[in-house]
């Protein structure tokens, strides 16, 4: 498939669904850690509460760019990995969401 062709109009996509998508990522990586969200703001030098409002996808869950990055950083994830799922959803709404019951 032509990836220009297959290209969503950014102006249509789900913003939530894309806080879902980053927040389930996180929460699978911290969970593969068997790590709490108390550990995982200690080594990202973030705030609990702000692992718990991304992993639950809130809309205002301020998570920056910064905060993504030492998130991202202190799960040894790469940026890439962390948005490839949202990109994918971005360009071609779609996004394979897990059956079996979340963490």
């Known amino acids: ?3 220009k062709k297959a290209m969503k109009n950014y102006n249509f ?3 939530e669904m894309m806080t879902r998508i980053l927040g389930r990522k996180i929460k699978e990586k911290r969970m ?9 703001a ?5 705030d609990r509460n702000l692992i718990l409002r991304i992993e639950g996808a809130q ?4 998570a920056t760019i910064i905060n993504l990055f030492r998130v991202a950083a202190a ?3 790469p940026l890439q990995e962390l948005f490839k799922e949202v990109d ?3 360009r071609y709404g779609v996004y ?8």
Do not use: A, F, I, P
């Open 32 to 40: 593969e850690k068997e790590w709490s969200r108390n550990m995982l």
């Open 13 to 15: 996509v789900d913003y």
């Open 42 to 46: 200690t080594y990202s030098k973030t």
């Open 96 to 103: 394979n969401v897990q059956t079996n019951n979340e963490h």
């Open 1 to 3: 498939m032509d990836r």
């Open 88 to 90: 994918e959803y971005c």
């Open 75 to 77: 799960l040894e994830l």
């Open 59 to 62: 809309s205002k869950n301020g």
